[in-house]
C-alpha cells in the first residue's frame, strides 16, 4: 500500500525558513510525480508545487513562486519543500501527494496522500 509521510512543520517567524520532507514507499515514489499542496482554516486547499519523477520539471503555485523550492531525492525516496521568506499568509497544514504519471496542479489528479504537517508563521 502506498504510503506518504511529511515531517518538518512547526513554528517560524516571518522571513524565515523551513524545509518540509515526504518520505514515500518505493513502489509510490519510483514513477510517480509528487506534489505539495496547503490548506489553511476556512480557505480551499491550494496548490504549492509539483515534480515529475525525473525530477527534471517543476510547477509553482503563483503565491509560493521564487520562494519555495520542489525537489527530489530518488535515493531516498523522499521529496522536499524549501520554503523561504515566509509569511503569515503561508500559515497551513501542508499536504505531499503522488499520481502515476506526469505532474498535475490539480489535487483531483492525485491519489495517494499524506497526513499534512502543520506550518504556522508568526507575524
Known amino acids: 500500500q502506498e504510503q506518504l509521510v511529511e515531517s518538518g512543520g512547526g513554528l517560524v517567524q516571518a522571513g524565515g525558513s523551513l524545509r518540509l520532507s515526504c518520505a514515500a514507499s518505493?513502489?509510490?515514489?519510483?514513477?510517480?510525480?509528487m506534489g505539495w499542496f496547503r490548506q489553511a482554516p476556512g480557505k480551499e486547499r491550494e496548490f504549492v508545487a509539483a515534480i515529475t519523477y525525473t525530477g527534471r520539471s517543476t510547477e509553482y503555485g503563483e503565491s509560493v513562486e521564487g520562494r519555495f523550492t520542489i525537489s527530489r531525492d530518488t535515493a531516498k525516496n523522499t521529496v522536499y519543500l524549501q520554503m523561504n521568506s515566509l509569511t503569515p499568509d503561508d500559515t497551513a497544514v501542508y499536504y505531499c501527494a503522488a499520481r502515476p504519471g506526469y505532474l498535475s496542479n490539480y489535487d483531483g489528479d492525485f491519489n495517494v496522500w499524506g497526513q499534512g504537517t502543520q506550518v504556522t508563521v508568526s507575524s
Open positions: 518505493a513502489r509510490t515514489f519510483g514513477d510517480y510525480a
